[in-house]
């Protein structure tokens, strides 16, 4: 158990299971999740209590292992970070290890935060596909790199705007552990960030974006869309035979119309495999049975199957004809390319061969 993963209701049983009041637990939540205090500062508890949690080790963190900032060269960037961590069990080989990104821009700084440590998906213009699979995050792992990275920004807490859970991983294979983090950095005695601002990708898990209907998890949803077609999307994203582009767009239009929110398809840009007219076309014809959707184009960042990335004039284009055809479109960049934490980018590049040996 680790106490970081707990909901106030639940902290309450944990204390008095320990003889102690109830209102210790509001008094811990709001000490680790909105102050990020670490528990041998959370003074107001009793000092037994401080010993207590930390001799059974109740809170256990992650480390930071690397760091990495983009210098303000590319204007996109804003000084965009990439930050690995890592997680070793004291007395299992247990270890994981993933990156998350801080990403700044004009309006906003955006926590990008993996759900896995590796992904077991196999999309074929991803980095992280290439990595060995090292297991799901628990939420106290998804939550540290949050609070860590406001922590090492320490001016920035009142200026974390969004989450979003597009690092490694795919989040719907772990949905229990992201559901209860996403609730925790929503919750009114945390960090408080709004469901509107707090965003699960998906590359198109069915049975997440249906337990999220059925349990009314309002949070937003992007998907990984990539192809209009279901055979070219197949090549791309193997996913697609297990959960069909034709059912993921029935499902998308299910969540549209019970939260009455849009849904942000990704599409990530390859030149000659899925940006000519053709694919325009069926993605105008996508947006407009759908209606409530826009799309968020991101050009290739990799270099796998000799494909090559769009000139900055070939994503303008495809923006406008997609423009021209009244479609919500948006272009941002690649913010953190030179640091490889751009989108597809997270692969562990200086610590790959340490988790392979
Ligand atoms: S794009 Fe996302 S789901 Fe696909 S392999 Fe990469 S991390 Fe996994």
Known sequence: MNLLELYPEELETFFLKLGEPKYRAGQIFLRIHKHLSSIDKIYELPKKIRNYIIEKQLITEIQMIQHEKVSNINLNDFGTQKFVFEYKHEKSSLSRIFEAVWIVSEKRKTACISSQSGCSLNCTFCATAKLPFMGNLAT?????????????????????????????????????????????LNHPMGLNIGVRHITISTAGVITGIQRLIQENQPFNLAI???SPF????TKLMDITKKFPLTDLLKICKEYIIHFKKKITFEYVLIPD??????????????AKQLKYCKFNLIPLNTNFNNWRAPTELEVLNFQKKLREND??????????????????MLALQKVHSNIIS
Not at 230 to 233: A, V
Not at 276 to 286: C, D, F, G, T
């Open 230 to 233: 279901e055979e070219e999307r």
């Open 224 to 226: 990984s869309l990539n």
């Open 273 to 286: 495999i899925n940006m000519s007219k053709r694919h325009i076309l069926e993605l105008v014809k996508i």
């Open 140 to 184: 106290w792992q998804i939550l540290q790199q949050v609070y860590k990275m406001i922590l090492y920004n320490k001016n920035y807490q009142e200026k974390l705007t969004n989450v979003v859970f597009m690092g490694m991983g795919e989040p719907f294979y772990n949905y229990d552990n992201v559901i209860r983090a996403a609730k925790i």
């Open 327 to 344: 479609i919500l479109v948006f272009y941002r960049g690649s913010p953190g390319k030179t640091i490889n934490a751009a989108c597809g």
